[in-house]
């Protein structure tokens, strides 16, 4: 097996690292802490290509590997995770157009999405449906050249930015089993009948808004369904979620890696005793761990990575990927804010900013709970089936 990076992926990682470095880096602080959208990161991001990742090269996307855009996730998230999310629904739900859209949807919005012209996200939780998707509320009712969208969602990042914004709904309330029932949508904004209703307040992930929004008596016209036909939505947006676990776990790989680069600077320039702390039993013990946790989530990432790359399965590597490595940046940020001591919990070092962001890591494109359902059943699935023969 190849533990190594091909020489592009190694040359992507090197240009984006670099951006990071030079200009993530140094204003992630001063922009998280006044809530200041990051509008010239972001057009810096567009420069570089990385609205494109998952958009063929065909409709002037990069069509970038999953490796690769783990690759892009872990170094921005490195910098800052914030900034991260902008491009995280983002390149989700472009990859979902790019598989399912029809080829006027594709033509219409591909090449606009590639060069960062525009953005979109993804709205498929609501109030009271997060993990169950099906227990939306939201819907889309059939009339002469489209369909009238009524509801609500939730926890949509890029919500002002998004056009088109594709939108989970049920077109059959009444399907059996209810997955057949439900849709994406791609709503072009701003349009009469959809609205920013609040922005939610968090601790942690500032700087890309996170919105609830309503619908109301939204046309959209037939063009608008993704795909051909009704009724797949729920796969579509499962197939996507899967993309966003390597999206999240390489963002948890990202971040932890930045807490640990906070926590060796400090253990070796803070002295006590006559010797940096990092000399300290028990300091280098929590350091090793960190490294050895953190190439092993890695890893573990970049196998996930190439699994969806080769087809080969998309519901266990995934969810594996993204559990180790979320559960992994709870507990490097916490140990590298034990390290620095009391100015850990200050705003005048990076470390609790990094602490307030890996919560997320746990809850985003399914909970760490619900992950662990999905591997159970996968495992025991795959148990089951091979005891068959």
């Not at 998707?133 to 009712?141: K, R």
């Not at 761990?289 to 519901?315: C, F, H, K, P």
Request: with cysteine; net charge neutral; proline share 4%.
């Amino acid at each position: 097996m190849d533990f190594d990076l091909n020489e592009s992926q190694l040359l992507f990682r090197s240009r984006v690292k670099a951006f990071v470095d030079k200009k993530v880096i140094p204003n992630a602080r001063k922009l998280e802490q006044s809530r200041t959208y990051p509008e010239d990161l972001v057009l810096e991001m567009a420069e570089i290509g990385l609205f494109g990742m998952t958009i063929p090269q065909s409709y002037g996307g990069l069509g970038l590997d999953c490796v690769s855009m783990a690759i892009v996730f872990e170094e921005l998230s490195r910098g800052w995770m914030g900034l991260a999310g902008v491009l995280g629904t983002h390149s989700l739900s472009s990859a979902m157009i790019s598989k399912f859209g029809t080829p006027k949807q594709k033509e219409r919005y591909l090449p606009k999405l590639a060069s960062g012209e525009k953005r979109t996200g993804i709205g498929l939780s609501e109030a009271n449906a997060g993990s169950d998707l099906q227990a939306i509320n939201t819907t889309a009712v059939k009339v002469d050249g489209g369909y009238i969208i009524n509801g609500s969602k939730m926890w949509i990042t890029n919500a002002r930015h998004a056009n088109p914004l594709p939108i989970l709904v049920k077109t059959d309330p009444k399907a059996t089993p209810r997955h057949l029932g439900m849709s994406i949508f791609l709503i072009e904004t701003p349009a009469k009948g959809f609205s920013i209703v609040r922005d939610i307040d968090k601790l942690g992930y500032i700087g890309p808004e996170t919105c609830e929004i309503a619908i109301e008596d939204l046309f959209v016209s037939d063009s608008q369904l993704l795909g051909e036909n009704t009724g797949h939505g729920l796969s579509q947006a499962l197939w996507a979620l899967q993309l966003g676990r390597i999206n999240v776990a390489a963002r948890g790989i990202g971040l932890s890696q930045r807490a640990y680069d906070e926590a060796l600077k400090y253990s070796n320039d803070r002295s006590a005793f006559g010797s940096p702390i990092s000399d300290f039993q028990l300091i280098g013990a929590k350091l090793a761990e960190m490294a050895m946790n953190i190439q092993a989530g890695r890893l573990l990432t970049y196998w996930a990575s190439e699994a969806v790359d080769r087809d080969l399965r998309l519901d266990q590597p995934p969810a594996m990927a993204k559990l180790f490595a979320s559960e992994l940046a709870l507990s490097t940020s916490l140990e590298s804010m034990r390290i620095h001591g009391g100015y850990g919990y200050s705003t005048d070092f990076e470390v609790e900013r990094l602490y307030r962001d890996a919560p997320l890591l746990a809850i985003g494109e399914g909970t760490n709970e619900i992950l662990k359902t999905v591997i159970a059943k996968s495992i025991n699935r795959d148990y089951r089936n091979k005891n068959r023969r």
